[in-house]
């Protein structure tokens, strides 16, 4: 899914005036892309070059989105080629303010998203050598292996007013406590396992692009020091592709071997974390049920057997 807000003309000639400002950017198109759930997307239009624009407007993603800017460009001073580079204000900011959102303005990549089963030899490719990258010394949020998304999906489910979503969650509810018992199960049992933390994306799957025979992951707003598990979970059925996860890990000399526990941990915690998202957007009960019951499920088809 992707954030589509229908903007006036008013608004994006504002937008455009502010960039021209800000970055001294002089835009001839703005255009509405189809990149990014938690924000407003465009492509912005030069004489010379294309941009991409990200706003987001929500409190409790702004935060998120702002620190993200010194680590992506930590991992473009480190030599990481693969990743959009940020485009600096005319003042050195990596990001600016507009209206009430956070405003980033990266170089666009061309290409189109696209995960398939060929997709995950270059993605864990690329996401070994971000492992590579050390971590002495950058501020940056550490794994912390809590049951924070399933506390606040509850709370949310207590506020619901939708009858459709709330008869949905009922209908369901014996298996969303099935998952929140072992994801509570697993962050008690690694709560103290700070060992093999590295950058993580946490959705590069999801964020990939292909132009020709290049790959490139995007949407590097919420990266985390934590496990590989973190980026290996939703593959973790799939023995073909936990051999290629470890291909790659071995390929860049990172001496590590994927934990059962961990990749437990991290499909019942998506799951509450992408069905808060899921919630915060107001999405409505169908969309709700293709998620609880759809491609997450063979996820658990092998965390459940841990």
């Known amino acids: 899914m992707y954030s589509c807000v229908v903007r006036s003309d008013e608004y994006k000639q504002r937008l455009l005036d502010f960039i021209d400002y800000a970055y001294s950017l002089k835009a001839i198109d703005i255009i509405p892309s189809k990149r990014g759930f938690y924000g407003e997307t465009w492509r912005l239009e030069t004489k010379d070059n294309r941009y991409f624009l990200k706003l987001v407007y929500a409190p409790e993603h702004k935060h998120i989105y702002e620190r993200s800017f010194p680590i992506i460009q930590y991992l473009c001073s480190h030599g ?6 940020i485009i600096k204000t005319k003042n050195g900011g990596l990001s600016s303010q507009f209206d009430d959102a956070i405003l980033g303005i990266f170089n666009w990549i061309d290409g189109e998203l696209i995960e398939t089963d060929a997709t995950k030899s ?3 490719q690329m ?3 971000v492992y590579s990258i050390p971590t002495n010394g950058i501020i940056i949020p550490h794994e912390d292996f809590s049951e924070k998304y399933a506390v606040k999906f509850f709370n949310q489910w207590k506020a619901l007013k939708d009858n459709a979503t709330i008869l949905l969650l009922e209908k369901n509810h014996i298996k969303i406590k099935h998952r929140a018992d072992r994801l509570k199960h697993f962050a008690n049992l690694l709560t103290d396992d ?8 946490g959705d590069a799957g999801g964020n990939l692009i292909k132009n020709g025979d290049k790959y490139h992951i995007v949407d590097w707003d919420n ?3 934590a496990p590989p598990e973190r980026d290996a979970w939703v593959m973790c059925y799939r023995d073909w592709a936990m051999d290629t996860f470890h ?6 000399n990172i001496k590590y071997t994927l934990q059962k526990e961990r990749l437990a941990y991290y499909c019942y915690q998506f799951f509450f974390y992408y069905l808060t998202a899921f919630l915060d957007a107001y999405a409505p ?4 049920e293709d998620y609880i019951n759809g491609w997450i499920k063979d996820s658990f088809a092998y965390a459940d057997t841990i």
């Open 122 to 124: 270059p993605e864990y």
């Open 247 to 252: 291909e790659s890990l071995y390929n860049n």
């Open 194 to 201: 700070t060992t093999n933390y590295f950058i993580t994306h």
């Open 223 to 225: 990266p985390l020091l």
């Open 285 to 288: 009960a169908d969309v709700i």
């Open 127 to 129: 996401l070994a050598k």
């Open 80 to 85: 990481i080629d693969f990743i959009s580079s």
